[in-house]
């Protein structure tokens, strides 16, 4: 069974900044795609960025191009989500994902675990 812990969310001014991580165990981490999620309550959980198993390919939602970015480290099995410019509206439960496959798009079907989220606040 996979296991994976956000940290890192809380309170920030809009134009600030928070990086997010998320620890994964119970499998062989490099081996598999990892992605970042977002919802709001009353709201369909939606992607926000994903990246293959070595780090090599990430894919971003239009609306955090270039300001967010999606990163690995394979040896402490540990994704980030390193969040800049920050804006009310991306104010959200982010959760991490754990992918079925190297690669790993939007689609919710592509995940095979989830965690338990944290609380990104974007103040205005």
């Known amino acids: 069974q996979v296991q994976l812990v956000e940290s890192g969310g809380g309170l920030v001014q809009a134009g600030g900044s928070l990086r997010l991580s998320c620890a994964a165990s119970?499998?062989?981490?490099?081996?598999?795609?990892m992605g970042w999620f977002r919802q709001n309550p009353g709201k369909e959980r939606e992607f926000v960025a994903s990246?293959?198993?070595?780090?090599?390919?990430?894919y971003y939602t239009d609306s955090v191009k270039g300001r967010f970015t999606i990163s690995r480290d394979n040896a402490k099995n540990t994704v980030y989500l390193q969040m800049n410019s920050l804006k009310p509206e991306d104010t959200a439960v982010y959760y991490c994902?754990?992918?079925?496959?190297?690669?790993?798009?939007?689609?919710?079907?592509?995940?095979?675990?989830w965690g338990q989220g944290t609380q990104v606040t974007v103040s205005s």
């Open positions: 994902a754990a992918a079925k496959t190297y690669y790993s798009g939007r689609q919710f079907s592509e995940y095979a675990y």
């Open positions: 119970g499998r062989t981490f490099s081996g598999y795609a």
């Open positions: 990246i293959n198993g070595n780090g090599g390919w990430t």
